[in-house]
């Protein structure tokens, strides 16, 4: 059994707060894992039969009829009582289709208001969540309707939770291998959990890339009827092959067309990266200045949301160790629930008699309320002119936030003469409070 602590006691905590639980993340993630078999043990180890648990799986020969939205609620009515605690999981959702309402002349309808013509599963689950001894919970996302848009749709009836490929430290609790071997392993293949399970090589990367010409790809040209992916598929492997640098839409599409000599619009190249975002593939970071403080509207950067799957599509020929360590601290950064951003710090400087303005990068910036922390990320510091490079916009941010250079290896944490802590990727990642400390 694969642990997932960080997401389970995040369920936990939500438990019977009168809203619906909505679980996102990308296909194949474990959304379904989570709920179906880590919440419910839990619910049982605290005394919760199965007959107070509800389970429907839409996706599941079995409940097919209950894809209907009223066949689906009247399920539900007979299973419950009005003086017992039900908890009641639903997943799939998005397999619900609507019905028309009977008795309606549809001709006195506003053709703006068509939408009511129609039994949704919103309507219901909205029904039973006014019900005070039910606690419901739901899963979905496919080409039909994105995770995020049933999250959007019950806005404060609901609370989102988004789960993420595997860690780090949960790849590693559960690999059983040396740290230095996970290290290298997950580098590689990532933390997508049926990847993680596969024990031969080669089928982790079959596996992996499949997941993209299957279903990825595929749910993004169904749901927004693209006539074909390559254009959106050239755009993911731009990408992908510079995760962690800054670029925008324009940029992105100067590469397009000098290297897949592929010429695209501006506007089309952002509406492909936001069908990418919806569909949890990549991730943004918006750029802040730190001591304008302020953001920018670009360049910004993207990063794969699972390195396995970012390697896995360039066919594992990319491997710059600096990039995908980047990525995988990014990644972990967003897991633990942070909101990251990419911070710019303005330098000034002589030569030769003339003064110069230039920006500096931090990596990450961690906001914490008003308190921040910033990140640095380098692979190696095995050079003098290194390490000043690395550190000279923490140096120069002007305040007194906790600084941290992340490096390759295992390195123990230790501080130096300007406060910056420096401690090694493995044990960062490891440790859930490396943040904080």
């Known amino acids: 059994m694969i642990n997932r602590d960080l997401y389970l006691n995040r369920l936990i905590s939500k438990k019977e707060n009168g809203l619906i639980k909505i679980i996102t993340g990308i296909r194949r993630c474990g959304k379904s894992y989570l709920l179906f078999e880590l919440y419910k043990n839990y619910l049982n180890s605290i005394g919760i039969d199965d007959n107070h648990i509800i389970q429907i799986q839409?996706?599941?020969?079995?409940?097919?009829?209950?894809?209907?939205?009223?066949?689906?609620?009247?399920?539900?009515?007979?299973?419950?009582?009005?003086?017992?605690?039900?908890?009641?999981?639903?997943?799939?959702?998005?397999?619900?289709?609507?019905?028309?309402?009977?008795?309606?002349?549809?001709?006195?309808?506003?053709?703006?208001?068509?939408?009511?013509?129609?039994?949704?599963?919103?309507?219901?689950?909205?029904?039973?969540?006014?019900?005070?001894?039910?606690?419901?919970?739901?899963?979905?996302?496919?080409?039909?309707?994105?995770?995020?848009?049933?999250?959007t749709n019950f806005r404060d009836r609901g609370v989102e939770i988004q789960i993420y490929p595997l860690t780090f430290s949960e790849f590693y609790d559960f690999s059983g291998l040396e740290k230095a071997d996970a290290w290298e392993e997950y580098m590689t293949y990532g933390g997508m959990p049926l990847a993680v399970l596969e024990k031969n090589e080669k089928e982790k990367a079959e596996y992996l890339k499949t997941l993209f010409t299957r279903i990825y790809i595929a749910d993004i040209k169904e749901r927004y009827k693209l006539k074909d992916e390559e254009q959106l598929s050239n755009l993911l492997d731009v990408i992908f092959s510079s995760v962690g640098s800054l670029t925008n839409p324009h940029k992105l599409n100067n590469t397009l067309e000098s290297v897949q000599k592929i010429k695209l619009s501006d506007h089309t190249v952002k509406k492909y990266l936001e069908y990418l975002e919806d569909s949890f593939i990549i991730q943004k970071a918006n750029r802040y200045d730190v001591k304008g403080k302020s953001y920018l509207d670009f360049p910004l950067k993207y990063y794969a949301i699972d390195i396995g799957l970012r390697n896995a599509r360039l066919n594992f020929r990319q491997q710059e160790r600096s990039h995908i360590m980047e990525n995988i601290i990014f990644n972990e950064l967003i897991a633990r629930g942070y909101s990251v951003d990419v911070g710019v710090v303005q330098v000034s400087s002589t030569e030769n008699g003339v003064q110069k303005k230039s920006n500096l990068e931090i990596d990450f910036i961690v906001n914490q309320g008003f308190n921040k922390v910033y990140i640095q990320s380098a692979f190696s510091l095995d050079e003098p002119e290194k390490m000043k490079q690395e550190t000279r916009s923490l140096i120069n941010s002007g305040d007194f936030f906790k600084k941290i250079v992340v490096v390759g290896g295992n390195q123990k944490r230790w501080q130096d003469e300007n406060g910056i802590i420096f401690i090694g990727v493995i044990p960062f990642l490891l440790d859930k409070e490396s943040v904080e400390k």
């Open 58 to 151: 839409l996706d599941k020969k079995e409940y097919e009829n209950l894809r209907n939205p009223n066949k689906l609620y009247e399920h539900i009515l007979q299973k419950i009582n009005e003086t017992e605690k039900f908890f009641i999981f639903i997943d799939e959702i998005q397999l619900c289709y609507r019905i028309k309402k009977d008795g309606i002349d549809e001709n006195s309808v506003p053709e703006e208001d068509r939408d009511l013509l129609y039994t949704t599963f919103y309507d219901i689950l909205n029904d039973l969540m006014a019900r005070k001894n039910l606690d419901i919970y739901v899963t979905g996302s496919n080409s039909r309707l994105l995770s995020k848009d049933v999250a």
